[in-house]
T-cell receptor, first 116, second 116 residues
Framework: AQKITQTQPGMFVQEKEAVTLDCTYDTSDPSYGLFWYKQPSSGEMIFLIYQGSYDQQNATEGRYSLNFQKARKSANLVISASQLGDSAMYFC?????????????FGRGTSLIVHP | DAGVIQSPRHEVTEMGQEVTLRCKPISGHDSLFWYRQTMMRGLELLIYFNNNVPIDDSGMPEDRFSAKMPNASFSTLKIQPSEPRDSAVYFCAIHRDQGRVTGELFFGEGSRLTVL
């Protein structure tokens, strides 16, 4: 079974609008971490935002926020006020377990295109 | 600053040739990871090292693949002999041991391998 599911292969958004990228996860571990990474066309993977399973509040980093719904096992990324430079692949990832092991499992990604 | 330098950035070789990919973490870390990215399989973990010791190589496709980390500043991924199905982007990533609890990885820019 897939641990991370990203159901949207591609998304389009108008510049300056908000967009939500979906991510659902599967784990029986009570302690886990959820991540979003951005991969622009240049190829590098860039860490965007983190949410711990015990965090009470949704994580935010500038224009990025993570809509964490623990009961639904979803961790959607919300990008507010989209910019042309946001066009990229976005990957959701999960790390299970406490400390020690930092191995994340990645989803297949969502391609976001921001239109002017 | 991702803190990871990979070389070569692009490699084109013929089937049967030996390929060596290099990774130089330029900042402190406790773990180093090798990933492979393809359209078909997404981002796959090949092997990871913790304090220079290989911990889990279950993702290495077969005996043609080998990885070493002789010191904290250098790691190699070798494919011998290479096959067309090895064509992919290979990423090296590190986890920085700076008291961080989030566990995000910092990626190099990747090595794009094409095996003809």
């Amino acid at each position: 079974a897939q641990k991370i599911t990203q159901t949207q292969p591609g998304m389009f958004v108008q510049e300056k609008e908000a967009v939500t990228l979906d991510c659902t996860y599967d784990t029986s571990d009570p302690s886990y971490g959820l991540f979003w990474y951005k991969q622009p066309s240049s190829g590098e993977m860039i860490f965007l935002i983190y949410q711990g399973s015990y965090d009470q509040q949704n994580a935010t980093e500038g224009r990025y926020s993570l809509n964490f719904q623990k009961a639904r096992k979803s961790a959607n990324l919300v990008i507010s006020a989209s910019q042309l430079g946001d066009s990229a692949m976005y990957f959701c990832a999960m790390r299970e377990g406490r400390g020690g092991s930092y191995i994340p499992t990645f989803g297949r990604g969502t391609s976001l295109i921001v239109h002017p | 600053d991702a803190g990871v330098i990979q070389s070569p950035r692009h490699e084109v070789t013929e089937m049967g040739q030996e390929v060596t990919l290099r990774c130089k973490p330029i900042s402190g870390h406790d773990s180093l990871f090798w990933y492979r990215q393809t359209m078909m399989r997404g981002l796959e973990l090949l092997i990871y090292f913790n304090n220079n010791v290989p911990i889990d190589d279950s993702g290495m496709p077969e005996d043609r693949f080998s990885a070493k980390m002789p010191n904290a500043s250098f790691s190699t991924l070798k494919i011998q002999p290479s096959e067309p199905r090895d064509s992919a982007v290979y990423f090296c990533a590190i986890h920085r041991d700076q008291g961080r609890v989030t566990g995000e990885l910092f990626f190099g820019e990747g090595s794009r391998l094409t095996v003809l």
